[in-house]
């Protein structure tokens, strides 16, 4: 199994739009289309397509992660995320998020989430969401294929990046509802799955 963070696990969607508000509106960038699009993206990425001529992608991001990493507040567990977790066998999941490592420690580690053997952050891949690198590389580390690898995503770059793996994908209706999930079975939280025998079970 490999999930990812920011939505998934963790509900931050409020915390991190703020901050991408905050970086919109001192450059002049349209928030909207911002946000339309860089759900689930490593924040280089969305700077390197958003940033005015001539600012510095690496300054603006170390700036963004510093402030991210204050945001603790803001943050809480999806429902049933921290039961679910602490029941998997920690040779059996993986943690793939567009989150720079730093910060998603601080974050798990504040809502006292073990860090996985498995954590694949921003900058263990060559290409983030929606490129499938993430994903293949854990299903490589838990030695399984990738078709066997189970997902669990909230944003379209993570629904993309599971199906350009090849695993199937199960969306997390904590951002984005009805048709905008793509036809793909989801659940609303974790409240109703749970580990045993070896397997997931739902409902």
Do not use: C
Request: without cysteine; aromatic residues 6%.
């Amino acid at each position: 199994m490999a999930f990812d963070m920011d939505g998934t696990l963790i509900d931050s969607t409020a915390a991190i739009e703020s901050i991408w508000e905050g970086w919109a509106a001192r450059h002049g960038v349209d928030i909207d289309a911002l946000l339309a699009q860089s759900h689930g993206q490593r924040g280089i990425d969305t700077i390197r397509m958003w940033a005015p001529e001539g600012l510095d992608h690496q300054k603006e991001l170390q700036s963004l992660l510093a402030e991210a990493a204050m945001r603790l507040d803001e943050l809480q567990l999806v429902p049933g995320a921290a039961e679910l977790l602490r029941s998997l066998p920690t040779d059996r999941w993986a943690i793939v998020t567009s989150s720079d490592g730093v910060v998603a420690r601080r974050w798990l580690n504040h809502l006292d989430i073990a860090i996985p053997q498995i954590l694949i952050t921003a900058t263990d891949v060559a290409n983030g969401k929606p490129a499938p690198d993430g994903y293949l590389m854990a299903a490589e580390r838990l030695d399984v294929a990738p078709a066997e690898l189970l997902v669990f995503e909230d944003a379209h770059n993570g629904f993309i990046a599971g199906d350009s793996a090849g695993s199937p994908v199960i969306a997390l209706a904590t951002r984005l509802t009805g048709s905008a999930l793509g036809g793909r079975p989801w659940i609303a939280d974790y409240s109703n799955v749970r580990y045993a025998e070896g397997a997931l079970h739902f409902g």
